[in-house]
């Protein structure tokens, strides 16, 4: 019943930035906290990024300084700046949305650093 549409990934060169966005739609009773996590060897997802509710704030050690994760609440929506791009940040990214009745996961999108 909840559909998340991801946007923004592409293609970009060492040190550039891009910025990811997340909307979510449907039956939403209420986003007690969003994120965004990252395709890992084996095919793990990572945590990239994570807000909850309250506005607090958490970074994986590899992007803090680099990364900022925010939302806009009135469009339902999570966003992350990427600054300072590394070649190692190429993977598949995906947000999440957790909300009253299930975590919910967007359909990823490509970020590919490189020259």
């Known amino acids: 019943q909840v559909q998340l549409v991801e946007s923004g990934g592409g293609l970009v060169q060492p040190g550039g930035s891009l910025r990811l966005s997340c909307a979510a739609s449907?039956?939403?009773?209420?986003?007690?906290?969003m994120g965004w996590y990252r395709q890992a060897p084996g095919n793990q997802r990572e945590l990239v990024a994570t807000i909850t509710s309250g506005g607090s704030t958490n970074y994986a050690d590899s992007v803090k300084g680099r990364f900022t994760i925010s939302r806009d609440n009135a469009k339902n929506t999570v966003y992350l700046q990427m600054n300072s791009l590394k070649p190692e940040d190429t993977t598949v990214y995906y947000c999440?949305?957790?909300?009253?009745?299930?975590?919910?996961w967007g359909q990823g999108t490509q970020v590919t650093v490189s020259s």
């Open positions: 449907g039956s939403i009773f209420s986003i007690n906290a």
């Open positions: 999440k949305v957790v909300t009253g009745r299930k975590n919910y």
